[in-house]
């Protein structure tokens, strides 16, 4: 089995900054690809951000130049730098994994989840 535990989100004014972490563990073979999604209420769950094996990154046109994805391999752990944030920012923020679990075997994995508010 594998976990995915987030730590950082909170509460933060407009133009502030917040870093998100994940941390895999468990029955790691390999990690694939590691990333953010975020979901507004009312709102579909969207890709924030995305970090795959080989130092591939990909965003969403509307966090591009605010926010960085990064990742410590040795870790197995993924990072969300948040800069620049807008109250349209605000939402639950998942960490998500694909995970090799061996040979042939891969599974996707989510985090608990966390809020980030940004308000004055």
């Known amino acids: 089995q594998v976990q995915l535990v987030e730590s950082g989100g909170g509460l933060v004014q407009p133009g502030g900054s917040l870093r998100l972490s994940c941390a895999a563990s468990g029955s790691i073979f390999s990690i694939n690809a590691m990333g953010w999604y975020r979901q507004a209420p009312g709102k579909q769950r969207e890709l924030v951000a995305l970090?795959?094996?080989?130092?591939?990154?990909d965003y969403a046109n509307s966090v591009k130049g605010r926010f960085t994805i990064s990742r410590d391999s040795a870790k197995n752990t993924v990072y969300l730098q948040m800069s620049g944030l807008k109250s349209e920012d605000t939402a639950v923020y998942y960490c998500k994994a694909h995970v090799q679990l061996g040979p042939g075997r891969m599974s996707v994995y989510w985090g608990q989840g966390g809020q980030v508010t940004a308000s004055s």
């Open positions: 970090s795959i094996s080989g130092g591939n990154t």
